[in-house]
Protein backbone atom coordinates (compact mmCIF):
# COMPACT_ATOMS: atom_id res chain seq x y z
CA UNK A 1 0.00 0.00 0.00
CA UNK A 2 2.66 2.52 0.80
CA UNK A 3 4.41 1.76 -2.30
CA UNK A 4 1.00 2.69 -4.43
CA UNK A 5 0.61 6.29 -2.21
CA UNK A 6 4.14 6.90 -2.93
CA UNK A 7 3.16 6.39 -6.47
CA UNK A 8 0.30 8.02 -6.61
CA UNK A 9 2.27 11.17 -5.42
CA UNK A 10 5.09 10.47 -8.18
CA UNK A 11 2.65 10.53 -10.97
CA UNK A 12 1.71 13.92 -10.08
CA UNK A 13 5.12 15.66 -10.12
CA UNK A 14 7.01 16.77 -13.77
CA UNK A 15 8.74 14.16 -15.30
CA UNK A 16 12.44 15.50 -15.05
CA UNK A 17 11.84 14.88 -11.16
CA UNK A 18 9.88 11.21 -11.79
CA UNK A 19 12.94 10.25 -14.01
CA UNK A 20 15.06 10.71 -10.65
CA UNK A 21 13.00 7.71 -8.68
CA UNK A 22 14.31 4.69 -10.98
CA UNK A 23 14.85 2.83 -7.74
CA UNK A 24 11.58 3.55 -6.12
CA UNK A 25 10.17 1.85 -9.43
CA UNK A 26 12.56 -0.73 -9.29
CA UNK A 27 11.34 -1.61 -5.55
CA UNK A 28 8.02 -1.65 -6.72
CA UNK A 29 8.72 -4.02 -9.37
CA UNK A 30 10.39 -6.52 -6.63
CA UNK A 31 7.35 -5.92 -4.57
CA UNK A 32 4.90 -6.90 -6.93
CA UNK A 33 7.14 -9.92 -8.26
CA UNK A 34 7.33 -11.05 -4.70
CA UNK A 35 3.48 -11.23 -4.05
CA UNK A 36 2.96 -13.37 -6.81
CA UNK A 37 2.07 -17.12 -6.26
CA UNK A 38 1.44 -18.13 -9.59
CA UNK A 39 2.71 -17.42 -13.26
CA UNK A 40 2.06 -18.25 -16.56
CA UNK A 41 3.74 -16.69 -19.70
CA UNK A 42 5.80 -17.24 -22.96
CA UNK A 43 9.33 -16.61 -22.80
CA UNK A 44 12.29 -16.37 -25.44
CA UNK A 45 15.59 -16.41 -24.20
CA UNK A 46 19.00 -15.47 -26.22
CA UNK A 47 21.92 -16.60 -23.97
CA UNK A 48 25.65 -16.45 -25.34
CA UNK A 49 27.25 -20.03 -26.09
CA UNK A 50 30.80 -20.58 -26.98
CA UNK A 51 30.20 -16.96 -28.67
CA UNK A 52 26.94 -17.47 -30.21
CA UNK A 53 23.72 -16.67 -29.10
CA UNK A 54 21.43 -20.05 -28.32
CA UNK A 55 17.75 -19.16 -28.96
CA UNK A 56 15.00 -20.39 -27.42
CA UNK A 57 11.57 -20.20 -27.25
CA UNK A 58 8.82 -21.73 -24.57
CA UNK A 59 5.56 -21.84 -22.37
CA UNK A 60 5.54 -21.97 -19.02
CA UNK A 61 3.42 -22.62 -16.22
CA UNK A 62 4.93 -21.48 -12.69
CA UNK A 63 3.63 -21.88 -9.10
CA UNK A 64 5.90 -20.38 -6.56
CA UNK A 65 5.16 -21.54 -3.53
CA UNK A 66 5.19 -24.70 -3.85
CA UNK A 67 7.07 -24.69 -6.34
CA UNK A 68 5.97 -26.56 -9.76
CA UNK A 69 6.82 -26.17 -13.02
CA UNK A 70 5.76 -27.21 -16.90
CA UNK A 71 7.21 -25.96 -19.87
CA UNK A 72 6.56 -26.52 -23.19
CA UNK A 73 9.71 -25.69 -25.81
CA UNK A 74 8.38 -24.59 -29.31
CA UNK A 75 11.73 -23.57 -30.54
CA UNK A 76 14.63 -25.10 -31.08
CA UNK A 77 13.03 -28.20 -30.73
CA UNK A 78 9.31 -28.19 -30.62
CA UNK A 79 7.35 -30.82 -28.30
CA UNK A 80 9.98 -31.01 -25.54
CA UNK A 81 7.96 -31.09 -22.23
CA UNK A 82 9.44 -30.94 -18.81
CA UNK A 83 7.66 -31.59 -15.34
CA UNK A 84 9.26 -30.54 -12.26
CA UNK A 85 7.11 -30.96 -8.76
CA UNK A 86 8.62 -29.76 -5.31
CA UNK A 87 8.50 -33.38 -3.47
CA UNK A 88 7.42 -35.43 -6.48
CA UNK A 89 9.36 -38.28 -8.51
CA UNK A 90 12.47 -38.20 -6.39
CA UNK A 91 12.99 -34.54 -7.08
CA UNK A 92 13.25 -34.88 -10.25
CA UNK A 93 12.74 -33.13 -13.31
CA UNK A 94 10.49 -35.34 -15.84
CA UNK A 95 11.49 -34.74 -19.66
CA UNK A 96 9.50 -35.72 -22.93
CA UNK A 97 12.87 -35.32 -25.12
CA UNK A 98 10.28 -36.15 -28.49
CA UNK A 99 12.91 -37.34 -30.10
CA UNK A 100 15.05 -40.50 -29.50
CA UNK A 101 15.08 -42.52 -27.42
CA UNK A 102 11.59 -42.03 -27.54
CA UNK A 103 10.99 -42.51 -23.50
CA UNK A 104 10.43 -39.80 -20.70
CA UNK A 105 13.54 -39.37 -18.37
CA UNK A 106 13.81 -38.29 -14.98
CA UNK A 107 16.86 -35.97 -14.50
CA UNK A 108 18.21 -34.11 -11.73
CA UNK A 109 16.90 -30.81 -12.18
CA UNK A 110 20.77 -29.15 -11.66
CA UNK A 111 22.80 -31.88 -13.50
CA UNK A 112 25.08 -32.03 -16.62
CA UNK A 113 22.01 -33.29 -18.93
CA UNK A 114 19.41 -30.83 -18.29
CA UNK A 115 21.80 -27.28 -17.64
CA UNK A 116 23.76 -28.37 -20.97
CA UNK A 117 23.36 -25.58 -23.11
CA UNK A 118 21.55 -22.87 -21.16
CA UNK A 119 22.36 -20.12 -18.38
CA UNK A 120 19.74 -21.26 -16.04
CA UNK A 121 18.15 -23.94 -14.08
CA UNK A 122 13.98 -25.00 -13.64
CA UNK A 123 14.38 -23.25 -10.42
CA UNK A 124 14.96 -19.69 -11.79
CA UNK A 125 11.99 -19.93 -13.87
CA UNK A 126 9.47 -17.22 -13.76
CA UNK A 127 10.86 -13.52 -12.66
CA UNK A 128 11.86 -14.59 -9.32
CA UNK A 129 15.43 -14.87 -10.06
CA UNK A 130 15.79 -11.51 -11.54
CA UNK A 131 14.23 -10.03 -8.95
CA UNK A 132 16.99 -11.47 -6.39
CA UNK A 133 19.60 -10.72 -8.26
CA UNK A 134 18.67 -7.10 -8.95
CA UNK A 135 17.46 -6.65 -5.42
CA UNK A 136 21.04 -7.94 -4.26
CA UNK A 137 23.03 -5.80 -6.25
CA UNK A 138 21.09 -2.52 -5.45
CA UNK A 139 21.69 -2.75 -1.51
CA UNK A 140 24.84 -3.51 -2.61
CA UNK A 141 25.40 -0.26 -3.85
CA UNK A 142 22.88 1.26 -1.86
CA UNK A 143 24.82 4.68 -1.07
CA UNK A 144 25.55 4.61 -5.30
CA UNK A 145 21.55 3.91 -6.37
CA UNK A 146 20.96 6.89 -7.63
CA UNK A 147 24.03 6.68 -10.07
CA UNK A 148 23.50 3.12 -10.45
CA UNK A 149 20.07 2.38 -11.30
CA UNK A 150 18.08 5.18 -13.71
CA UNK A 151 14.84 5.59 -15.19
CA UNK A 152 15.35 6.53 -19.11
CA UNK A 153 11.32 7.33 -19.69
CA UNK A 154 8.14 5.52 -20.74
CA UNK A 155 8.47 3.68 -23.94
CA UNK A 156 6.40 1.30 -26.00
CA UNK A 157 7.92 -2.66 -25.77
CA UNK A 158 6.52 -5.31 -28.14
CA UNK A 159 3.22 -2.42 -27.72
CA UNK A 160 3.41 -2.41 -24.18
CA UNK A 161 3.82 0.87 -22.00
CA UNK A 162 6.94 0.14 -19.96
CA UNK A 163 9.63 2.00 -17.97
CA UNK A 164 12.87 1.88 -19.08
CA UNK A 165 15.23 0.97 -16.54
CA UNK A 166 18.94 0.68 -16.30
CA UNK A 167 21.44 -0.30 -14.35
CA UNK A 168 24.82 0.59 -14.51
CA UNK A 169 28.00 -1.35 -12.66
CA UNK A 170 29.81 1.30 -10.93
CA UNK A 171 33.18 -1.22 -10.85
CA UNK A 172 32.43 -4.41 -12.68
CA UNK A 173 35.61 -5.78 -13.29
CA UNK A 174 36.81 -9.47 -13.55
CA UNK A 175 38.86 -11.01 -10.33
CA UNK A 176 40.67 -14.19 -8.81
CA UNK A 177 38.79 -16.62 -6.46
CA UNK A 178 40.25 -19.29 -4.80
CA UNK A 179 37.90 -22.37 -4.35
CA UNK A 180 37.35 -23.99 -1.46
CA UNK A 181 36.87 -27.74 -0.68
CA UNK A 182 33.86 -29.31 -2.54
CA UNK A 183 32.69 -26.35 -4.50
CA UNK A 184 31.24 -26.59 -7.83
CA UNK A 185 30.30 -23.56 -10.47
CA UNK A 186 26.90 -23.69 -9.44
CA UNK A 187 28.02 -23.46 -5.43
CA UNK A 188 30.25 -20.86 -6.24
CA UNK A 189 27.36 -18.41 -8.54
CA UNK A 190 25.13 -19.11 -5.24
CA UNK A 191 28.01 -18.01 -3.21
CA UNK A 192 29.20 -14.67 -5.30
CA UNK A 193 25.60 -13.99 -7.26
CA UNK A 194 27.07 -15.54 -10.24
CA UNK A 195 25.69 -17.28 -13.16
CA UNK A 196 27.20 -20.47 -12.98
CA UNK A 197 28.11 -20.16 -17.26
CA UNK A 198 30.44 -17.10 -16.35
CA UNK A 199 32.46 -18.76 -14.72
CA UNK A 200 32.67 -21.48 -17.27
CA UNK A 201 33.39 -19.41 -19.94
CA UNK A 202 36.07 -17.65 -18.00
CA UNK A 203 37.53 -21.03 -17.27
CA UNK A 204 38.18 -23.20 -19.84
CA UNK A 205 40.39 -25.86 -17.60
CA UNK A 206 36.54 -26.40 -16.30
CA UNK A 207 35.28 -29.26 -17.76
CA UNK A 208 31.53 -29.08 -16.28
CA UNK A 209 29.79 -28.49 -13.14
CA UNK A 210 31.20 -31.09 -11.06
CA UNK A 211 33.64 -30.47 -7.65
CA UNK A 212 36.64 -28.18 -8.51
CA UNK A 213 39.77 -28.79 -6.60
CA UNK A 214 40.13 -26.80 -4.07
CA UNK A 215 43.25 -24.03 -4.34
CA UNK A 216 42.00 -23.87 -7.88
CA UNK A 217 42.23 -19.94 -9.39
CA UNK A 218 39.77 -19.04 -10.80
CA UNK A 219 38.94 -16.11 -13.21
CA UNK A 220 35.71 -14.98 -12.03
CA UNK A 221 33.35 -11.30 -12.15
CA UNK A 222 33.13 -9.48 -9.01
CA UNK A 223 29.00 -9.29 -9.68
CA UNK A 224 26.31 -10.64 -12.63
CA UNK A 225 26.50 -7.90 -14.89
CA UNK A 226 28.22 -4.38 -15.96
CA UNK A 227 25.02 -3.32 -16.93
CA UNK A 228 20.87 -4.73 -17.00
CA UNK A 229 18.90 -2.87 -19.57
CA UNK A 230 15.29 -3.48 -18.35
CA UNK A 231 11.55 -2.70 -19.58
CA UNK A 232 9.29 -3.27 -16.89
CA UNK A 233 5.21 -3.11 -17.49
CA UNK A 234 4.06 0.65 -16.60
CA UNK A 235 1.01 -0.77 -14.70
CA UNK A 236 1.56 -3.89 -13.88
CA UNK A 237 4.97 -3.69 -12.52
CA UNK A 238 6.79 -6.65 -13.96
CA UNK A 239 9.56 -7.68 -16.08
CA UNK A 240 8.97 -7.53 -19.95
CA UNK A 241 12.38 -7.30 -21.40
CA UNK A 242 15.80 -7.88 -20.46
CA UNK A 243 19.31 -7.46 -21.75
CA UNK A 244 22.70 -7.93 -18.76
CA UNK A 245 25.98 -7.58 -20.40
CA UNK A 246 29.36 -8.20 -19.22
CA UNK A 247 32.83 -7.40 -20.34
CA UNK A 248 32.60 -9.53 -23.55
CA UNK A 249 28.92 -7.83 -24.64
CA UNK A 250 25.18 -9.20 -24.09
CA UNK A 251 25.34 -12.31 -22.01
CA UNK A 252 21.81 -12.96 -22.22
CA UNK A 253 18.54 -11.55 -23.19
CA UNK A 254 14.97 -12.53 -21.53
CA UNK A 255 11.61 -11.66 -23.18
CA UNK A 256 8.30 -12.51 -21.73
CA UNK A 257 5.12 -12.29 -23.30
CA UNK A 258 1.39 -13.96 -23.04
CA UNK A 259 2.13 -12.97 -19.16
CA UNK A 260 -1.05 -14.14 -16.54
CA UNK A 261 -0.54 -12.97 -13.31
CA UNK A 262 -1.95 -15.59 -10.48
CA UNK A 263 -3.31 -17.57 -12.71
CA UNK A 264 -5.73 -20.54 -11.21
CA UNK A 265 -4.04 -23.73 -11.29
CA UNK A 266 -5.65 -27.15 -10.87
CA UNK A 267 -3.32 -30.03 -9.73
CA UNK A 268 -3.76 -31.56 -13.34
CA UNK A 269 -1.72 -28.61 -14.65
CA UNK A 270 1.23 -29.78 -12.66
CA UNK A 271 0.30 -33.73 -13.54
CA UNK A 272 2.54 -35.91 -16.28
CA UNK A 273 -1.88 -37.48 -15.97
CA UNK A 274 -2.94 -34.06 -18.22
CA UNK A 275 -4.42 -35.24 -21.26
CA UNK A 276 -3.49 -32.45 -22.80
CA UNK A 277 0.30 -33.16 -22.69
CA UNK A 278 2.16 -36.41 -24.04
CA UNK A 279 4.11 -37.96 -21.21
Same mark, same amino acid.
Given at each position: ???? #??????????????????????????? $???????????? !???????? !???????????? #?????????????????????????????????????????????? !????????????????????????????? *??? =???????????????????????? +????????? +? $??????? =????? #??????? *???????????????? $???????????????????????? %????? +?????? %????????????? +????????? #?????? *??????
Amino acid at each position: MKYR #ILFAILSLLPFNVFGQNAVFLTRQMFS $TVKSLKTLQFSF !ESKERLKK !ELHIERSSFKLS #IHPFKVYIYQHFPKNGIECLYVSGKNNEKVKVRPNAFPWVNLNLDP !EGELVLQGRHHSFFDSGFGYTVSLLEYLL *NKY =ESQSSKVIECIGVEKYQGIECYHL +VFNHPAYRM +V $TYVTQSD =ETPLS #IAQKLHL *NFYSILENNAQLKGIG $TIKAGTRLIVPNDYASKMDMYVHK %DKFYP +VHLKIY %DAKGLFEEYTFTQ +VVLNPTFKD #IDFSDK *NPAYKF
